[in-house]
């Protein structure tokens, strides 16, 4: 499957998820508004949040499209509790879910479990009509265990395979990138997360097999494309399936008042 390579920053926006998972000694709820901000400026694809920012979000910023994460970062729910974190996700205004396997099955090559894992989720979520991205955490597995991988997945039928949670792991590899669009069926989509900071390391995610890039850097990023494109429309590519749920954001005028407290 031939995938358009973002010809302007405007494309690129599209393609760009911002995320808010990190939290340390730093982090203050005034994170969350600047995200949002970001989100609905540059344009971005969606905004990326923890299980208990999807309500806040969703309801204060309506024009924001909102992912939650399942089982971050080490995928070590049961699957009763992963199943019921995507439906919680919907109930609150997620458009999609990043769910995390398990990890540990996957380091153990119990690809079994990984597979009943992976259809259980993706019918979990498109039950209740939303996208699903199943992340194996390719920092951790060498090639024979990602190959091994993509195979329990692909009779699941999810809508993206993602590289990594980005979290305590090393930049996510473009050989990794390059052999999951190459293995992956070619109706799924590739969503490469993990140490993308630069204008130059997303245009070579997006060059090796990436459909969209989840970071925290996308206004860096996208100040970076300004500078490096002359706004040249997109070309090249066929027209993909996953625009099928398109985001449409708020733009610089959409009101941003201070969000109920909900989490």
């Known amino acids: 499957m031939e995938i358009k390579t973002p010809g302007s920053p405007d494309a690129l926006a599209k393609r760009i998820e911002h995320t808010l998972l990190k939290i340390d000694e730093r982090t203050a709820k005034d994170d969350l508004l600047l995200a949002v901000r970001e989100t609905a400026d540059f344009g971005f694809r969606a905004l990326v949040v923890h299980p208990n920012l999807v309500s806040t979000v969703a309801r204060n910023f309506p024009h924001v499209r909102v992912v939650s994460v399942v089982s971050y970062p080490l995928g070590c729910d049961s699957l009763d509790v992963k199943i019921a974190a995507v439906h919680r996700a919907a109930d609150d ?22 597979a009943v894992e992976a259809k259980e989720l993706v019918k979990a979520a498109h039950g209740r009509k939303i996208i699903v991205k199943l992340i194996m955490e390719t920092p951790i597995l060498d090639e024979e265990f990602i190959r091994a991988a993509a195979r329990a997945l692909a009779p699941a039928g999810a809508d993206f395979w993602k590289t990594s949670t980005g979290y305590g792991r090393r930049p996510v590899a473009l050989s990794a990138v390059r052999l999951l669009r190459e293995i992956a069926p070619k109706e799924v989509h590739i969503k490469a997360s993990g140490g993308i900071k630069t204008y130059g390391e997303a245009m070579m995610a997006f060059e090796t097999g990436a459909f969209v890039i989840g970071t925290s850097s996308g206004p860096a990023i996208l100040e970076e494309a300004l500078k490096s494109m002359n706004g040249e429309p997109e070309t090249g590519g066929a027209d993909s399936p996953g625009d099928a749920v398109e985001f449409t954001g708020g733009g610089p005028d959409m009101e941003m008042a201070e969000p109920d407290e909900h989490y």
């Open 93 to 114: 205004g997620a458009a999609e879910v990043d769910a995390v396997l398990d990890l540990f099955a996957m380091r153990a090559a119990n690809f079994r479990k990984i």
